[in-house]
């Protein structure tokens, strides 16, 4: 039979191999190999810290309405999927990020691993080479453990190559500190073994592994100084606060001095363009921009692809409008930062902005300190113009991969034709903004690229969020030092604020009052503002404390938004500072304890 | 017998089939090819030694050296007289005149014959017979030996058409009108046999035995000759010991407006549910479960068509299918064994055998489709801004709203003068239109002792519901088989087809995929849109203050955003059959499957246009950029199986038939696609007509076998007790060696009662058969598997260092190393039963169906599935039990024939085991699978006492009060009920009524379908009352249902209200259960002596509706539609007119 139909008779018939996977067997042989499988691990680390711009929603001055992420997909941000992005009520919401930060364990192990057994079988790969793989891998690994125990305090810990489920399936959590010591352990192997400058944009480098030494040291000394009672178990200490906070300067300290590492453009602020033009814009919108890819200031960062690489981020679809390429305007700031920004000429705060509805009232556009009036934002931080827009500010639209020339931001306009100095434009249009403002941070000013094509590398460890974090360590341990002062003031240069007055730099509090505005307006966007309302433990003082009138958001209009903490239980407090261990793993593992408030 | 008038013989006669008639023809046209010049046969040269031969000997040696035949009558002939003679080489002229002269006789020549006649004899023959040259000078032959009769059915009825044949010959003759009929016959042949057949009646073989006169009355032919289709091969159904449900694609199904089989067995066989999910045209198909969901993975039945698996079963013409066979027990699809876990459709196609004469058909079929139920959004916008107002009023100042009464003012008055500005757009009415179907076909088919054929082209045409939705297909078919010998047949089946298929999203209207973040914008397609204007050319956007510019124009969408796929594919496979001995037959059979599938898609730019302001708006459609994308899917598959059969008698009780098989398959396919942006111009649409700075691409290709080993048993026992035994063994590539081996059994008995001599005496009285059916065994299924799921390989995640992508690998898999078949194993117990000479027939079939093993994700630790996909594991039990009923009443009143078959299904699944932990929700053990899982509404607050008295849950009047079932004083997920016998996907219930009445030419049936069982949440993005705040397309029931004070009977909560009023409460539950007249259609047959002079054999006219008539109280769009609740395609309700020709 098969003589005469030898074209079907299949010898191995049911042996049929992949055509577009690699067997695992011929895998880890050479340096190449060790190489490729890192940059895997890299490219799951990414997606777990690459929005975290929309934990500001959790803050108080940025709304995320909701999020560009796909479900499912994780390059596509499926660790933030799901997430609530609201400044109560979200910590229930991240079984997903808990997830694919320990897929990033997994595959920082994995790595870890099969470099280690090169290294002891022997092979042709250079040890230092390896070594800095290994670096890569363990800094990674901390990256991704870190950010597990600051959001849901102790957590499993497991740092070898599951082959089964039941390996890991019993596993309980380990007390925090216990967790931040292995994080440490790796962090400092890290240090060591990186080398001082990147060989390429995307690669791990010695003052990123400090860095992250430094504010783990931070966050361990916040949570000892400020306690976290949500966290059973957890008892904080004073003294190990302030040799934690002293450690952590330390370790800033030695990234700010000993790596040449700059403010972009040497911190300088810039041009910027009169009010409504936007042609010149200052040095800090441009560092949000790919153009200032690969620049000192960005200690480590994720890196990102353009146009046809399938590596892209969505910053554009998240922060701009229809009028950028079809954008949704998923994350805008909320009216409430606009008093954040100061003055230019004082240095201090402005009188704060009147709110005002310009259908109804036709003096609105021209009434001193309106909201509405365009007047009213001269003279500010120039973070203030790199961040947002405000009526009549303008920023390029893009379609179709070209420029459709300067769009008008007119609140409550939605690609009306308007008629400016003479000139025609079609507004802004986003139905995704309720504040009257927003961002121009992150959103590209020139055409070329898709929304979900951008190639900035995003930064989960910047020079001037060092600065600040070093002021607050030494701050904490003996109050304002000159130096501190001076990094702080550094950045405020960049605003183009003068220096900070010496009522602000007065004592430990006000210089804390100081620091935490320049953290406000220099990191939003970031990721950065509910982590540090957490472990500050500073919730009540923003919204009220539980049972109280809550605090509304409101809009340039003065119409009432949203208004959260409303008559707000204490339990509800307690949730909003520590995370919800996944349920649905605590009815599978019987060891896997709860946190106090999700109990 | 009873004289009757010619009309209502030919009434009679419509009861004949095509090929019949074609038969019929034939016959009575033999002859006309004789050809009269033929002198040179005479010079043959003779030689013949003879003594005291008979005349008719002698003629019959020439005979035998001239080739040439002699054409006499008996009479002319004293068969006592002999002859004696000699010849040595003279020519046959000479030997004729030497013979004939004595005995007074002449002759005359024709091609290859001679007429022996009187001398001088100048009577004619029959003009039939012979060309008039000869006619003048011959004399008549009078045959050697005619039998005539009468063939009538068993009430002395007529039989106008019915053949009657001389066995073993091609000899044979038709009876008339009157069912008489002559056949004329050579003196040997006296002592043959005839044979009398007519369709749907059982044939009876007569033997002649000198008789002039034989009258035959033929019965009706019972369920007892009844063949049916099985895996390898076919059985009399009064011997099948298997659940087999079969369905004959004849002139009635032929006749409906279907756009595929799928879709046309719904209704037809118990147990197996074929649900439409949509009208598209194009994606038409029903979804096939037997018996309900087998298994979480895909539990759909295996289709074969013609022996070769895997076929697309809605790409079959349904003019080409002689019968469609569902196998659902063990016992009947077991020789599938492998796939066969959730029942096989064995789908035969025609072929011309036992046809002797060619025969060609046409058949066409017209239908107009029209919706059975459309949706109504809201053609007045002012009407709709000012429901968008009432809603924003919850939660919004005035002064803060979006929309201005200014602009509802002004759009309510410029509105009836200037649509163009201030259009009021009835977008249903703009994006639907009438559906059409067309379907021709032509076809021939023939056979002889030799071979037969059959051929068929045909083509169908739908023209969608949705504007710019159109499929057409064009299907070839050749069928042939050819004796090589006479022991040995080869054949071949060749079937190819090709489609053009042009839609705009996946589901016409809407498209679920995630990554289509503009899927459901169906529900943004606001009034105060302009679709299109045709003076300047422009596709209109949001003009109103207020309004979002993201509001859908859906005519842009369905107009420049279209995706076109042509498919091709080619079935084609060989046989080769050899019988060495009696009983034994060994056959190769190899068939190659192949599909080519290209789609694209080059949108043409275009941009929202304002008509106030002149001007375009700031959405675009589609970019100047607009690029082209390309895809090709391609690939084969091979079967290779080789068999022997072997039947014997054991004696004269005991029939003994054994199968056994090897077999092969193998799948390849593959995809490339690639797209590039920026069109050269937008009226191009290749790749190469874009430019080359951004572009895409990708491909990657799969491979998989199976190896199967098949073997079967049937031995019968004094035509009551039957035994079947089958096995399978299949080796599947998608396994690790070691696991990589199924092995499944089955067995069955029947016993027919109704033969037992015991019996008899009480049960001939009313019961005619009767058989008693057990069958046991198990079948398996791979499908959830991946083809390299079960490999350890490395997948690629790529990462980006210094601005360019780098190669990254990571490991995805934990590989479970004992994965293997998922089992189901099947009981069946079945009980058959003909009452009252099997006018009543009964066939019951319970079941109970378990699988094991259900392959599913393992349940992984969340510690782990960040990284690694859930290795999959045999861990889940389904069980399906079930009983199945078909009930058909067959009679006759005069002339009326009528019939009708009630056909009822009940299925119960349960979910039984499942190791994996099961959150709240609606899967878990002991419950069907996706069971009603819903809160219970106490209906709407009227007022804040309402609200006060129930349970805290953030209402106010107007919203749905919901109950607090575990009465913790607070509403949440706990406080959903599940409804253990109710699902939420397919209904436990079907039933089907088919009923038919003939009198004379017209014929009329009735198929009545219905469901009951299911629930489902009516709640999708079209009926939302929490719509957005802007661009909602309002409906009309948005403006008549939400409570409102003014309407506190409103059906709906209030607009704009709690959030929990969209939830999944029972307050939208909507019990499912549905009648539906699935099919009515009325034919006429029209006497084919009108149009005998063209030829014509049979004409039938048939109108058709589908879907006429719906009873339910199912408020969403449609009962049957299975899916998505946003999918908008309604199911079409079709009105055809078909015309089957045959010549």
């Keep these: ?599 | 017998m009873k004289k009757k008038t010619l009309y209502e013989l030919f009434i009679k006669a419509m009861r004949i089939t095509i090929a019949q008639l074609l038969l019929a023809i034939c016959f009575t046209s033999m002859g006309y090819a004789h050809d009269a010049k033929a002198q040179g046969d005479l010079n043959q040269k003779i030689y013949l030694q003879v003594k005291d031969e008979t005349f008719s000997k002698v003629l019959k040696q020439i005979e035998k050296q001239t080739q040439i035949r002699f054409v006499f009558s008996s009479k002319l002939i004293q068969s006592t007289q002999k002859v004696n003679a000699s010849f040595s080489g003279e020519p046959l002229s000479k030997v004729l005149d030497n013979l004939l002269q004595p005995r007074q006789l002449d002759y005359e020549v024709m091609e290859k014959m001679i007429i022996l006649k009187k001398v001088g004899n100048q009577k004619t023959f029959s003009t039939d017979v012979l060309p008039a040259t000869i006619i003048k000078k011959v004399e008549p032959i009078i045959p050697a030996f005619a039998v005539t009769g009468q063939v009538t059915d068993i009430k002395n009825e007529p039989l106008v058409g019915a053949s009657i044949v001389l066995e073993g010959t091609t000899k044979g003759t038709l009876s008339d009108e009157n069912g008489r009929y002559k056949l004329e016959l050579e003196d040997d042949e006296k002592k043959g046999n005839l044979v009398f057949s007519f369709v749907g009646y059982d044939k009876v073989v007569a033997a002649i035995d000198g008789r002039y006169v034989i009258n035959i009355a033929l019965k009706e032919a019972g369920i007892l000759n009844e063949v049916v289709v099985i895996g390898y091969g076919s059985q009399k159904k009064v011997n099948l010991v298997g659940s087999v449900g079969t369905v004959n694609v004849d002139e009635k199904m032929v006749g409906r407006a279907l756009p595929n089989i799928s879709s046309g067995l719904s209704g037809f066989v118990p147990g197996l549910s074929a649900v439409q999910a949509s009208g598209m045209a194009g994606r038409n198909g029903a979804a096939l479960l037997i018996r309900g969901l087998g298994t979480s993975n895909n539990s759909s039945p295996l289709i074969v068509v013609d022996g070769m698996p895997d076929i697309d079963i809605n790409r079959i013409n349904v003019n080409d299918i002689e019968t469609v066979s569902v196998l659902k027990d063990a016992t009947s699809s077991s020789v599938y064994g492998s796939r066969a876990a959730n029942g096989v459709i064995l789908i035969t196609t025609k072929s011309g055998k036992g046809m002797k004469k060619t025969s060609l058909n046409f058949s066409s079929n017209m239908a107009l489709e029209l919706p059975t139920k459309a949706f109504d959004f809201l053609a007045n916008y002012p009407l709709a801004l000012t429901l968008e107002q009432q809603r924003a009023a919850t939660s919004t100042l005035a002064n803060n709203q979006r929309y201005k009464n200014g602009t509802i003012d002004e759009w309510m008055a410029l509105g009836m003068i200037d649509p163009l500005r201030y259009p009021n757009t009835d977008w249903w009415d703009i994006i639907m239109r009438n559906g059409a179907l067309q379907n021709y076909n032509l076809s021939a088919s023939g056979g002889g002792d030799k071979s037969n054929f059959f051929v068929s082209v045909g083509t169908k045409k739908e023209q969608g519901l949705q504007i710019n939705n159109d499929y057409e297909q064009y299907n070839a078919r050749f069928n042939f088989d050819y004796k090589l010998g006479t022991n040995m047949n080869t054949g071949v089946k060749f079937n190819g087809n090709w489609s053009n298929f042009v839609y705009s999203l996946e589901e016409g209207y809407t498209d679920p995929a995630p990554t289509n973040t503009a899927g459901f914008d169906m529900q943004y397609a606001v009034a105060g849109i302009t679709p299109y204007d045709p003076v300047s050319g422009n596709f209109g956007g949001v003009m109103a203050y207020g309004e979002d510019p993201q509001a859908y124009n859906p005519y842009t969408v369905y107009v420049n955003n279209l995706n076109r796929q042509q498919r091709k594919e080619a079935y084609t496979t060989m046989y080769l059959d050899w019988s060495p001995i009696k009983g034994l037959k060994g056959t190769v059979e190899y068939g190659l499957n192949y599909y080519d599938q290209f789609g694209w898609n080059a949108n043409t730019p275009n941009q929202a246009f304002n008509f106030q302001t002149n001007s375009f708006g700031s959405r675009v459609y589609v970019g100047p950029n607009a690029g082209v994308s390309n895809n090709t899917f391609s690939g084969y598959k091979t079967l290779l199986n080789g068999r022997l059969n072997y039947n014997t008698n054991i004696g004269k009780n005991h029939e003994i038939s054994a199968l056994v098989v090897y077999s092969e398959e193998y799948w390849y396919d593959r995809f490339q696609g690639s797209s590039r942006n920026d069109r050269l111009y937008p009226t191009l649409h290749e790749i190469d007509a874009a430019l080359t700075d951004i572009q895409t691409t990708g491909g990657n290709s799969s491979t998989e076998g199976l190896r199967s080993y098949i073997g079967r048993v049937n031995y019968n026992a004094f035509g009551k007790y039957l035994l079947e035994a089958n096995f399978r063994v299949d080796g599947s590539s998608r396994f690790v060696e070691g696991q990589r081996y199924g092995f499944f059994p089955s067995a069955a008995l029947g016993w027919r009662f109704t033969e037992e001599e015991l019996f008899k005496p009480v049960l001939d009285k009313f019961l005619s058969n009767g058989k008693f059916r057990i069958s046991y065994g198990t079948l398996g299924n791979n499908s959830g598997v991946g083809r390299y799921e079960q490999q350890s390989t490395l997948a690629s995640n790529n990462y980006i260092i210094g601005g360019s992508v780098v190669k990254g690998f990571v490991n995805n898999k934990l590989i479970n190393q004992f994965l293997s078949w998922e089992e189901t194993s099947v009981l069946n117990i079945g009980l058959e039963l003909g009452f009252f000479k099997n006018r009543l027939t009964a066939e019951i079939d319970y079941y109970d169906r378990l699988t094991t093993g259900m392959n599913r994700p393992s349940d992984l630790s969340i510690l782990l599935t960040g990284a690694y996909d859930a290795p999959r594991t045999n861990i889940g039990n389904m069980r399906n039990r079930g009983i199945e009923g078909t009930f058909t009443w067959r009679d006759k009143i005069g002339a009326v024939n009528y019939g009708t078959t009630l056909n009822v299904s009940y299925n119960a699944t349960r979910l039984e085991k499942w190791n994996q932990f099961l959150t709240r929700g609606t899967i878990f053990l002991n419950m069907p699978y996706n069971f009603v899982y819903s809160y219970e509404d106490i209906g709407i607050a009227q007022t804040w006492a309402d609200v006060y008295k129930a349970t805290p849950q953030g209402a106010q009047p107007g919203d749905i009060l919901r109950k607090d079932l575990n009465g913790d004083g607070r509403i949440d997920a706990n406080d959903q009920k599940a409804y253990p016998n109710l699902q939420r996907d397919r209904p436990t219930t079907f039933v089907g009524l088919n009923t038919f009445v003939s009198w004379k030419g017209i014929d009329l049936s009735f198929l009545w379908q219905g469901s009951t069982g299911r629930k489902s949440f009516w709640i999708n993005a079209f009926n939302n009352v929490n719509f957005s705040t802007s661009r909602y397309a309002v409906t009309q029931a948005h403006v008549d249902n939400p409570w409102n004070l003014e309407n506190r009977d409103g059906l709906w909560p209030r607009l704009g209200g709690s959030g929990n009023n969209t939830a999944t409460t029972s307050f939208w539950l909507d019990d499912m259960t549905y009648l539906r007249l699935k099919n009515i259609q009325l034919g006429y047959s029209i006497p084919p002596r009108l149009f005998r002079k063209l030829g014509v054999s049979t004409l039938r006219i048939a109108g058709s509706a589908e879907n006429l008539l719906t009873l339910t109280s199912f408020r969403g769009l449609d009962p049957e539609k299975e899916g998505n609740n946003n999918n908008l395609y309604p199911i079409n309700k079709s009105y055809s007119l078909s015309i089957q020709v045959g010549f």
């Excluded at chain 1, 030695?254 to 363009?273: E, F, P, R």
């Excluded at chain 1, 920023?395 to 034709?417: C, D, E, H, N, R």
Aim: hydrophobic letters at 35%.
């Design chain 1, 1 to 599: 039979m098969c003589v005469t139909l030898q074209i079907s008779c299949r010898k191995n018939l049911l042996d049929q191999d992949p055509t577009t996977e690699l067997p695992a067997n011929v895998f880890w042989k050479t340096e190449a190999d060790a190489v490729t499988g890192l940059m895997g691990a890299y490219a799951a680390t990414r997606p777990c810290f690459d929005r975290d711009y929309y934990f500001d929603g959790q803050g108080e001055y940025v709304r995320a309405r909701g999020t560009s992420t796909t479900s499912g997909n994780l390059r596509l941000g499926d660790a933030y999927n799901n997430g609530n992005y609201d400044p109560t009520g979200y910590a229930s919401s991240f079984d997903k990020m808990y997830r694919y930060l320990y897929g990033a364990v997994n595959r920082a192990n994995y790595v870890i691993f099969n470099v280690n057994k090169m290294q002891a079988e022997g092979t042709t790969a250079s040890a230092a080479t390896l070594e800095t793989i290994l670096g890569e891998a363990r800094l990674l690994r901390g990256m991704a453990y870190f950010k597990l125990i600051s959001m849901w305090g102790d957590v499993p810990y497991f740092t070898n190559v599951v082959y089964e489920n039941t390996t890991v399936a019993e596993l309980a959590r380990l007390p925090i500190g216990q967790v931040k010591d292995s994080i440490m352990a790796d962090f400092t192997y890290a240090f060591d073994k990186l080398p001082t400058k990147a060989s390429a944009l995307g690669r791990a480098t010695k003052p990123a592994a400090l860095a992250f030494r430094g504010k783990l040291q931070l966050y361990w000394a916040s949570w000892n100084k400020n306690g976290w009672p949500e966290l059973k178990g957890f008892t904080p200490s004073a003294t190990v606060a302030t040799t934690a906070f002293t450690a952590a300067a330390a370790d800033f300290k030695s990234v700010i001095n000993n790596y040449g590492l700059t403010l972009y453009l040497n911190g300088d602020a810039g041009q910027i363009d009169t009010l409504g033009g936007a042609d010149i814009l200052p040095n800090y919108y441009n560092l949000f921009t790919p153009k200032a890819n690969g620049n000192s200031e960005m200690i480590m960062v994720f890196t990102h692809g353009g146009t046809g690489t399938s590596q892209g981020e969505e910053l554009m679809r998240d922060f701009s409008g229809r009028s950028h390429e079809g954008s949704q305007c998923w994350v805008s700031p909320r009216y409430e930062i606009a008093n954040k920004y100061q003055s230019t000429v004082t240095g201090d705060f402005v009188t704060p902005l009147i709110p005002m509805n310009p259908t109804t009232n036709s003096a609105a556009r021209t009434t001193l300190n309106s909201a509405v009036n365009p007047k009213s934002y001269d003279n500010r931080d120039y973070r203030m113009k790199s961040t947002i827009e405000w009526d009549y500010e303008k920023s390029i639209g893009m379609a179709s991969l070209a420029s459709t020339g300067l769009v008008p931001f007119i609140y409550q306009t939605w690609a009306i034709a308007v008629t400016i100095n003479g000139v025609k434009y079609t507004t802004y249009n986003t139905d995704g903004c309720n504040s009257g403002y927003v961002f121009r941070k992150f959103v590209r000013n020139y055409a070329g690229q898709g929304r979900s094509d951008g190639d900035f590398a995003w930064p989960v460890m910047r020079l001037a969020d060092v600065y600040l974090m070093y002021a607050e360590a030494t701050n904490e341990v003996s109050g304002p030092q000159a130096d501190a002062i001076d990094l702080v003031n550094k950045i405020r240069k960049r605003g183009n604020l003068p220096a900070l007055a010496a009522t602000k730099t007065a004592n430990k509090i006000v210089f804390f009052d100081a620091i935490e505005q320049e953290r406000i307006v220099e990191l939003i966007g970031e990721g950065q503002r509910s982590f540090d309302i957490r472990r500050w433990r500073t919730i009540e003082k923003i919204w009220g404390g539980p049972g109280t009138a809550g605090v509304w958001r409101i809009d340039t209009y003065g119409a009432n938004q949203q208004r959260y903490y409303q008559n707000t239980s204490d339990r509800t407090y307690q949730q909003n500072y520590i995370f919800r261990i996944p349920p649905t793993e605590r009815d599978k593992n019987p060891n896997l304890t709860q946190n106090t408030p999700w109990e």
